[in-house]
């Protein structure tokens, strides 16, 4: 079946410090890429996203780069801040039309102050 | 505005008993889905609804039912509870057509022993 592969599954950095985080799917058809955020033992919130017309965007301190030919797209976080500290998952909708999205296994990022 | 709201938040279960979670959305959101997260797995698409009366299989269907008889709620049934489908079970909504991230509820927390 169709999956998303999401890359590290840690990750640790010091404040002020970049992270990125990886995804790669399988649906060459998949047009629309979120990422959400999961603090401990709350719900994911959406972050950012990107659809395939696009190649990259920008929100603040978050910005997302999408590759449709190598079928990959990646979560950039700049001068990271302890509160941003969480899970961060990936995912691709599929194509098909009904809106059903593929996750990563998801990022546990790490801030250090 | 509540957005998407599940109740109950913990619930533990003996083997062999059923429960029902529910889900309820008041942004007048068309699709509805539910997904059980795991420890490095990320999210998984249990099953999902289009719109009213309508269902639809994911990933990991096996042991659950679903029904969504009126568009605000989509509930979700454990008929025989098993030791496997201890989980942090979401809801999630989203628009239709227009690809916007899914709204998640709080998320259930069941055990079964």
């Known amino acids: 079946g169709e999956n998303v592969e999401q890359h590290p599954s840690t990750l640790s950095v010091q404040e002020g410090d970049s992270a990125v985080i990886k995804c790669t799917y399988s649906?060459?058809?998949?047009?629309?890429f979120p990422w959400y955020k999961q603090e401990l033992g709350k719900r994911p919130q959406l972050i950012i996203d990107i659809r395939s017309n696009v190649g990259e965007k920008k929100d603040q301190r978050i910005a997302v780069t999408l590759n449709k030919t190598a079928k990959h797209f990646s979560l950039h976080i700049t001068e990271t801040q302890p509160e941003d500290s969480a899970v961060y998952f990936c995912a691709a909708r599929l194509s098909g039309g009904y809106n059903k999205l593929i996750f990563g296994a998801g990022t546990r990022l790490a801030v250090h102050p | 505005n509540a957005g998407v709201t599940q109740t109950p938040k913990f619930r533990v279960l003996k083997t062999g008993q059923s429960m029902t979670l529910l889900c309820a959305q008041d942004m007048n959101h068309e699709y509805m889905y539910w997904y059980r997260q795991d420890p490095g797995m990320g999210l998984r698409l249990i099953h999902y609804s289009v719109g009213e009366g309508t269902t639809a299989k994911g990933e990991v269907p096996d042991g659950y039912n679903v029904s969504r008889l009126k568009k605000q709620n989509f509930l979700l049934g454990l008929e025989s509870a098993a030791p496997s489908q201890t989980s942090v079970y979401f809801c999630?909504?989203?628009?239709?057509?227009?690809?916007?991230?899914?709204?998640f509820g709080q998320g259930t927390r069941l055990t079964v022993v």
């Open positions: 649906d060459s058809a998949s047009n629309y």
């Open positions: 999630a909504s989203s628009y239709s057509r227009t690809a916007i991230g899914a709204f």
